[in-house]
């Protein structure tokens, strides 16, 4: 079992910047590959970026360029520095817990509650 809680969302003009918190607690944290996941109202929810154990990323073509996921094993943290928002960006953004086969990331079903991320003017 794993629990997770994001934090850092907010309210953003469009072009700044925002960097999400997620703090993992309940198992061996350091086995898990993680990701950053996001919905938007009447949309799906969408991999923006995953993480391996070795500290390998992959992002959504949406977000390569200007989203960097990154992990700290010493305190159980990952994180999103996400910077040149734009108002497509705004979503809730879940953290996950989860594997990779391959280049595909699969989410076991632990996530946090959500954090709100609004691009607006």
């Known amino acids: 079992q794993v629990q997770l809680v994001e934090s850092g969302g907010g309210l953003v003009q469009p072009g700044g910047s925002l960097r999400l918190s997620c703090a993992a607690s309940g198992s061996i944290f350091s086995i898990y590959a993680m990701g950053w996941y996001r919905q938007a109202p009447g949309k799906q929810r969408e991999l923006v970026a995953g993480?391996?154990?070795?500290?390998?990323?992959n992002y959504a073509d949406s977000v390569k360029g200007r989203f960097t996921i990154s992990r700290d094993n010493a305190k159980n943290m990952v994180y999103l520095q996400m910077n040149s928002l734009k108002p497509e960006d705004t979503a809730v953004y879940y953290c996950?817990?989860?594997?990779?086969?391959?280049?595909?990331?699969?989410?076991?079903?632990?996530w946090g509650q959500g954090t709100q991320v609004t691009v607006s003017s």
């Open positions: 996950n817990a989860g594997k990779y086969r391959g280049s595909d990331y699969y989410p076991y079903n632990y």
């Open positions: 993480i391996t154990t070795g500290g390998i990323t």
